[in-house]
């Protein structure tokens, strides 16, 4: 599946609007990958997760505990690195997709 169209599914069907700018492949992602998404609504940044590392047993839980340590930075006034206003965690399979177009 293109790129493109992949996110404008997945936008579509999280009501996040209609995309107006193609997607952007940006850096700090070590083992996912992340992409910047610009629709008619806002700014998205959409981490595709490795599922080498979902298979984990831990995985979920390892986010979880990230949520918690930054609740706990906020709460004693230290500016977290990701700040996030509704963290959607989505399940897609089979699907293969190509970057370069």
């Given at each position: 599946?293109?790129i493109?169209?992949f996110?404008?599914?997945?936008?579509?069907?999280?009501?996040?609007?209609?995309?107006?700018d193609?997607?952007s492949?940006?850096s700090?992602?070590?083992?996912?990958k992340m992409?910047k998404?610009?629709?008619?609504k806002?700014k998205?940044?959409?981490k595709?997760?490795?599922?080498?590392?979902?298979?984990?047993p831990s995985?979920?839980?390892?986010f979880?505990k990230a949520?918690?340590?930054e609740?706990?930075?906020?709460?004693n006034?230290?500016?977290?690195?990701?700040e996030k206003?509704g963290?959607?965690?989505?399940e897609i399979?089979?699907i293969?997709l190509n970057e370069?177009t």
């Open positions: 599946m293109n493109n169209d996110f404008e599914k997945l936008v579509y069907n999280l009501g996040l609007g209609k995309m107006t193609r997607p492949r940006i700090g992602g070590l083992t996912h992409y998404i610009t629709t008619d806002s998205y940044i959409i595709l997760l490795n599922p080498n590392i979902m298979k984990r995985a979920l839980e390892n979880e949520d918690e340590y609740e706990i930075l906020k709460a006034n230290i500016d977290a690195i990701c206003i963290r959607v965690l989505s399979h089979n293969t370069d």
